[in-house]
């Protein structure tokens, strides 16, 4: 088994087919095919099933993936190790972080950080699933919840409260409920998704509510900042994270008595990285650039 092979094995895993690994690798899917077809004469298993559409792994070629992943993983920490500048920050940082806290909060930030850093470089991996740092899928994270994994650095960035709010336009039509139980006669928005955010991003639905009974929504969906717009253009009343209302004036909050749930933001990244200048710089911005409260 040579090294070139083992990478379009690799690539072909992770596509599932010859011609999205090809576009990957800049081969041809001819070019990739035959080197898979002559890892598989030399190995003398199948890697693959071929079927119309596309390639599954064999169980051989699950246990080959899985050992691939770990060394290239492995290999791509130690070239970051070996390349980080003991100086002064410089290289390409991959970030990870939840689609909408990407979005709206950390982007707009972020040239700020470059015009300060110049040698540093940045992928931004918006993903609401938690990457595996340990496996190299990216360098850093920005999570709403605590690190699951233990043998990762952790850093406590903020909690960030979740308001109730409305828009003037949707006050002026509908009234400002005044107690939990008013909820109940207006229009609710709420995420919708098998794949929350953060596991309170719909505490609305059951604010006053006896038994757990939940109170219906009048619009569902799996995105933050499509709530925040949907809100904004007075379509009902929901819960967004603090930093979302700060450049939205056309979002007012509603019900401040009410102690909203809070969302804890963590930044982590591996322990191998813990030296790293890229790293260091990148946590001392985000701490700069939290406010008092989300």
Same mark, same amino acid.
């Given at each position: 088994?040579?090294?070139?092979?083992?990478?379009?094995?690799?690539?072909?895993?992770?596509?599932?087919?010859?011609?999205? $690994?090809?576009?990957?690798?800049?081969?041809?899917? /001819?070019?990739?095919?035959?080197?898979? /077809?002559?890892?598989?004469? $030399?190995?003398?298993?199948?890697?693959?099933?071929?079927?119309?559409?596309?390639?599954?792994?064999?169980?051989?070629?699950?246990?080959?993936?899985?050992?691939?992943?770990?060394?290239?993983?492995?290999? &791509? !920490?130690?070239?970051?190790? *070996?390349?980080?500048?003991?100086?002064? &920050?410089?290289?390409?940082?991959?970030?990870?972080?939840?689609?909408?806290?990407?979005?709206?909060?950390?982007?707009?930030?972020?040239?700020?950080?470059?015009?300060?850093?110049?040698?540093?470089?940045?992928?931004?991996?918006?993903?609401?699933?938690?990457?595996? *740092?340990?496996?190299?899928?990216?360098?850093?994270?920005?999570?709403?919840?605590?690190?699951?994994?233990?043998?990762?650095?952790?850093?406590?960035?903020?909690?960030?409260?979740?308001?109730?709010? &409305?828009?003037?336009?949707?006050?002026?039509?509908?009234?400002?409920?005044?107690?939990?139980?008013?909820?109940?006669?207006?229009?609710?928005?709420?995420?919708?998704?098998?794949?929350?955010?953060?596991?309170?991003?719909?505490?609305?639905?059951?604010?006053?509510?006896?038994?757990?009974?939940?109170?219906?929504?009048?619009?569902?969906?799996?995105?933050?900042? /499509? !709530?925040?717009?949907?809100?904004?253009?007075?379509?009902?009343?929901? /819960?967004?994270?603090?930093?979302? *209302?700060?450049?939205?004036?056309? *979002?007012?909050?509603?019900?401040?008595?009410?102690?909203?749930?809070?969302?804890?933001?963590?930044?982590?990244?591996?322990?191998?990285?813990?030296?790293?200048?890229?790293?260091?710089?990148?946590?001392?911005?985000?701490?700069?650039?939290?406010?008092?409260?989300?």
């Amino acid at each position: 088994m040579d090294w070139d092979k083992l990478r379009i094995f690799h690539a072909v895993a992770e596509a599932g087919s010859f011609t999205h $690994a090809g576009d990957v690798l800049s081969l041809s899917q /001819s070019a990739v095919s035959r080197q898979i /077809s002559a890892l598989e004469e $030399a190995l003398q298993v199948p890697l693959f099933h071929r079927h119309a559409r596309g390639l599954i792994l064999t169980e051989q070629g699950e246990q080959m993936n899985r050992t691939v992943r770990e060394v290239f993983a492995k290999l &791509a !920490m130690t070239e970051a190790l *070996l390349t980080e500048s003991k100086e002064k &920050a410089a290289g390409r940082l991959k970030i990870t972080t939840t689609t909408d806290f990407g979005t709206a909060w950390l982007a707009p930030r972020l040239p700020r950080f470059l015009t300060t850093h110049p040698d540093i470089s940045i992928t931004l991996i918006l993903e609401d699933g938690d990457l595996d *740092l340990g496996m190299r899928e990216a360098d850093v994270a920005i999570r709403m919840h605590p690190p699951r994994q233990p043998d990762l650095v952790q850093r406590h960035l903020i909690d960030i409260p979740m308001p109730i709010c &409305a828009s003037p336009d949707y006050l002026a039509r509908h009234g400002a409920p005044t107690s939990p139980d008013d909820l109940d006669r207006h229009r609710i928005v709420l995420f919708g998704s098998y794949h929350p955010p953060s596991p309170d991003i719909n505490w609305l639905a059951g604010l006053g509510r006896p038994n757990g009974a939940k109170r219906q929504s009048v619009f569902e969906v799996n995105s933050l900042t /499509s !709530m925040a717009e949907a809100i904004e253009a007075g379509l009902g009343i929901g /819960s967004l994270p603090h930093y979302m *209302l700060t450049d939205r004036p056309g *979002l007012q909050k509603i019900l401040t008595e009410i102690k909203s749930p809070t969302v804890e933001a963590y930044f982590v990244y591996p322990e191998e990285l813990r030296t790293s200048k890229r790293v260091a710089v990148f946590r001392d911005f985000l701490l700069s650039e939290m406010p008092a409260r989300g």
